[in-house]
Structure formats: C-alpha cells, structure tokens
T-cell receptor, first 114, second 114 residues
Framework: KAGVTQTPRYLIKTRGQQVTLSCSPISGHRSVSWYQQTPGQGLQFLFEYFSETQRNKGNFPGRFSGRQFSNSRSEMNVSTLELGDSALYLC?????????????FGEGSWLTVV | AQRVTQPEKLLSVFKGAPVELKCNYS??????LFWYVQYSRQRLQLLLRHISRESIKGFTADLNKGETSFHLKKPFAQEEDSAMYYC????????????????FGSGTQLTVLP
C-alpha cells in the first residue's frame, strides 16, 4: 500500500507570492491533516480535513488555508508568503480503527521563502 | 489545553547502555499517546502507540496517568537508534471533537555512541 505522498518535495518562493502544496493520503484514509515543522517552533498542527470538511484548525493566520477533495486528496495554500513561512510542511492521513487512530506522515514539502 | 514536554533536547548514550527518553503531558481528558521517530532525511514514522502496548525495535513505553508520563525505554541502545524522537498526544479538537490532531513535544535528539 502506497504511503502518504506529497508534492512538490522542494520549492522556493519569493516573499509576497502564494504557494499550493498537494497531498495524497493512504488509500482508504479519509482524514488528512497538515503540520508545519520548523527548527524554532517544532511540529505544529495547521488543520485537519475529513470528508471535504475542515474539522479542526490550529493557531495559524488566515493566510494558511486548505481544502480536501472528494477523493480525499488535499491541498494547502499559503498566500502572501513571509520569510517565516519557510518550513517543512507535513501532510498526514489517518483512519479510525477500533484500536484507536494512527496517523501516518508523508515526507513533506520543503518550502523556502526568499 | 494540551501540552507535551520533552525535557531533554539532546541525549547521548553508549552502545549497549539503557536509554530512556522522557515525555510528560498535560491533558484534561483521556489522551492517546504516541512516539514518533525521524531518522536522518526520512519521514516521521510511528514508533509506538500506548494503546497497543507493543514493543517495536526493542523500545517500550508505558503510560503512567498518575505521573502524566509516557517515557520511552530501551534496555540496550544500538547505533541505528540514533534519531530524533517525538512524543505526541492526540486529544479532542476544540471545534468538532476530532481526535486526529497531534500535539508534539519539542523532540529529543538521541545519539548512540560506538
């Protein structure tokens, strides 16, 4: 079974631009969540989607948004990029099981803002 | 509010020595606790879940609700255990009861010396 797939893996953007990152969850997983990983702040939750609906949101400004499609694939968008948005953006998918929820991560998209 | 604390940013042990990575949490409800590991240039991988009470790669972790701890232990460390280890908690999201938001600790970089 293929893992969580994220594209692009690496990208460089200029301040003020916007970026869209894509995530394909593990087949059968309907929940997709996004995290930002930086050396200073560590791993921080951005938002979670389930059945095309945002169910939970972390403490990030409105410039960070996302969506989920009917096939569970998800995208996140960051508008008006700032230097501080440079980070590894991780997508994760999960499935509910009787034994609880397990969250699986993709390799991430490395975003550099210059 | 939920919080995960990993007091040691760096931890070095010699090969064959026991290792314990500390994790304390703060959560008002009944949490799910996880340990994730990130080897150099690899994706974040699930190592252990407290629900499954299993041993993976010789690692074990016991949830101590009285001390609100979930320390990761291994009796004999190996050089291939060198990695960044993250303790994480999954609780109910504020908005919709989602149980798929992970709160991470700041991580412990484990180095196993030859």
């Amino acid at each position: 079974k293929a893992g969580v797939t994220q594209t692009p893996r690496y990208l460089i953007k200029t301040r003020g631009q916007q970026v869209t990152l894509s995530c394909s969850p593990i087949s059968g997983h309907r929940s997709v969540s996004w995290y930002q990983q930086t050396p200073g702040q560590g791993l921080q939750f951005l938002f979670e989607y389930f059945s095309e609906t945002q169910r939970n949101k972390g403490n990030f400004p409105g410039r960070f948004s996302g969506r989920q499609f009917s096939n569970s694939r998800s995208e996140m968008n960051v508008s008006t990029l700032e230097l501080g948005d440079s980070a590894l953006y991780l997508c994760a998918s999960s499935i509910s099981q009787s034994s609880g929820n397990t969250i699986y991560f993709g390799e991430g998209s490395w975003l550099t803002v210059v | 509010a939920q919080r995960v604390t990993q007091p040691e940013k760096l931890l070095s042990v010699f090969k064959g020595a026991p290792v314990e990575l500390k994790c304390n949490y703060s959560y008002s409800g009944s949490p799910e606790l996880f340990w994730y590991v990130q080897y150099s240039r690899q994706r974040l991988q699930l190592l252990l879940r407290h629900i499954s009470r299993e041993s993976i790669k010789g690692f074990t972790a016991d949830l101590n609700k009285g001390e609100t701890s979930f320390h990761l232990k291994k009796p004999f460390a190996q050089e291939e255990d060198s990695a960044m280890y993250y303790c994480a908690l999954s609780g109910r999201g504020e908005s919709s009861g989602s149980a798929r938001q992970l709160t991470f600790g700041s991580g412990t970089q484990l180095t196993v010396l030859p």
